[in-house]
Nanobody
């Protein structure tokens, strides 16, 4: 049974930082990637970042490039999303998800296991 548990969300002022964590259990060693997605009220889900499990290659949405950093601690089975210089438009529920074979990292199509989500609110 694959389980993903996110943590680290909260309320932060514009320009502030948060670090999200996604701890994964029960995942096959053959999986392709783990990604972070977000969904704001009234908007479609969008891919934020993903990391390939084979070689650590990282991808970022243009909207977060230079501000967010994805990383992985294999010993802890955890993927992190460090978010700096946060903006009000980053406000959303953030989810991590697993990609078995190379799904669409911009929409999440093909990602099969999802966490419960963690709320990030950027507001003064």
């Amino acid at each position: 049974q694959v389980q993903l548990v996110e943590s680290g969300g909260g309320l932060v002022q514009p320009g502030g930082s948060l670090r999200l964590s996604c701890t994964v259990s029960g995942l096959s060693l053959n999986y392709y990637a783990i990604g972070w997605f977000r969904q704001a009220p009234g908007k479609e889900r969008e891919g934020v970042s993903c990391i390939l499990l084979s070689d650590g290659t990282k991808y970022y949405a243009n909207s977060v490039k230079g501000r967010f950093t994805i990383s992985r601690d294999s010993a802890k089975n955890t993927v992190y999303l460090q978010m700096n210089s946060l903006k009000p438009e980053d406000t959303a529920v953030y989810y991590c998800a697993t990609d078995p074979v190379g799904g669409d990292r911009t929409t999440g199509w093909g990602y099969d296991y999802w966490g419960q989500g963690t709320q990030v609110t950027v507001s003064s």
